[in-house]
T-cell receptor, first 113, second 115 residues
Framework: GNSVTQMEGPVTLSEEAFLTINCTYT??????LFWYVQYPGEGLQLLLK?????DKGSNKGFEATYRKETTSFHLEKGSVQVSDSAVYFC????????????FGTGTQLKVEL | EPEVTQTPSHQVTQMGQEVILRCVPI?????FYWYRQILGQKVEFLVS????????KSEIFDDQFSVERPDGSNFTLKIRSTKLEDSAMYFC?????????????FGSGTRLTVV
């Protein structure tokens, strides 16, 4: 079946540091890939997505590239801010029909001054 | 910006009791979902609902669970006889179409604690 593996957290960075959160997946065919973010006390918000190989999703300075050859969708940001502190979830929608998302465990990011 | 609203935000219940978790999806959305996250574990799909019926459900969604759209605006998840292992954060979501195009809009979640 489909699965998503994310790096363990928490990840603690200083403001303006470079961020990478690794995400790899297992799925047949060409799934759609997503990053969701959950700020404290709020719901899951779609951060960015990519629907085919080599697509790059981007939003709010975050980027992720759909790499079919390495089955990866790593999240990156060049310069993090304290306001980026949140839990980040990688997810996929498989190609077998249906609308369900398969999530990773989430990675907590803490950004300090 | 339109929101998905979930109530209550926290619920404590005794084992064996029935609970109903409530959600108000975005008004023009057609697909509705429930997910849950046991503390420290993955967010897991429970069920999707379209056109007044279940379109897909996971192995977790057994006979103890049911969903309903009783009045055209609310979307509820009922757990008939709660177990300790049902303790989790439950997320409701809705979408205009499948998440392939737009992604879901999630609610803030209901934290259910079974004691």
């Amino acid at each position: 079946g489909n699965s998503v593996t994310q790096m363990e957290g928490p990840v603690t960075l200083s403001e303006e540091a470079f961020l990478t959160i690794n995400c790899t997946y297992t799925a047949t065919g060409y799934p759609s890939l997503f990053w969701y973010v959950q700020y404290p006390g709020e719901g899951l918000q779609l951060l960015l997505k990519a629907t085919k190989a080599d697509d790059k999703g981007s939003n709010k300075g975050f980027e992720a590239t759909y790499r079919k050859e390495t089955t990866s969708f790593h999240l990156e940001k060049g310069s993090v801010q304290v306001s980026d502190s949140a839990v980040y979830f990688c997810a996929l929608r498989g190609t077998g029909g249906g609308n369900k998302l398969t999530f990773g465990t989430g990675t907590q990011l803490k950004v300090e001054l | 910006e339109p929101e998905v609203t979930q109530t209550p935000s926290h619920q404590v219940t005794q084992m064996g009791q029935e609970v109903i978790l409530r959600c108000v999806p975005i008004s023009n959305h057609l697909y509705f979902y429930w997910y849950r996250q046991i503390l420290g574990q993955k967010v897991e799909f429970l069920v999707s609902f379209y056109n007044n019926e279940i379109s897909e459900k996971s192995e977790i969604f057994d006979d103890q669970f049911s969903v309903e759209r009783p009045d055209g605006s609310n979307f509820t998840l009922k757990i008939r006889s709660t177990k300790l292992e049902d303790s989790a954060m439950y997320f409701c979501a809705s979408s205009e179409t499948g998440p392939f195009l737009y992604g879901y809009t999630f609610g803030s979640g209901t934290r259910l604690t079974v004691v």
